[in-house]
């Protein structure tokens, strides 16, 4: 079986933004490389990643399949060991950054009933802008 053809064609569905498409292409090189680990785990690993960051933003899952990778892949050789620690990262990071976006979206249409919930809300507001100055803050000083 040509593996590196068949990872090529997986890319491609995803490039196409056949996402569907490929999670069976990748499901069913899985299927096909029972016997072979190094592939069949290079399957899930892109498997991870159309349903998390390339395709169905579903983060948590794609967490959970590069976990499942880390835990049960056994290699002399660390890539895709790394490469799924780097992608957990990266996970993280686009569920957070999504949720943020989504708080600021809840900003335009939050009207606080009475003073309370102003206070209450205004803490919410300063607890998110301090993170964000935080973050500044750190980005300024590798910067110099």
Request: charged residues 35%; hydrophobic residues 35%.
């Amino acid at each position: 079986m040509d593996w590196k053809e068949l990872f090529r064609e997986g890319e491609l569905l995803v490039s196409d933004r056949k996402i569907g498409e490929a999670i069976e292409h990748y499901q069913g090189m899985m299927e096909k490389s029972q016997e072979e680990p190094t592939v069949y785990f290079w399957a899930l690993k892109h498997l991870g990643d159309v349903v998390g960051y390339l395709g169905l933003k579903d983060y948590l899952q794609a967490i959970d399949i590069y976990q499942k990778i880390i835990n049960e892949y056994e290699d002399e050789e660390d890539t895709l060991y790394n490469w799924c620690q780097l992608d957990i990262s990266r996970a993280y990071m686009e569920m957070g950054l999504e949720m943020l976006q989504n708080f600021d979206n809840m900003r335009e249409i939050i009207e606080p009933a009475d003073e309370e919930m102003k206070r209450y809300y205004a803490k919410i507001l300063e607890k998110r802008n301090d993170y964000i100055e935080r973050e500044a803050e750190i980005l300024y000083r590798e910067r110099m």
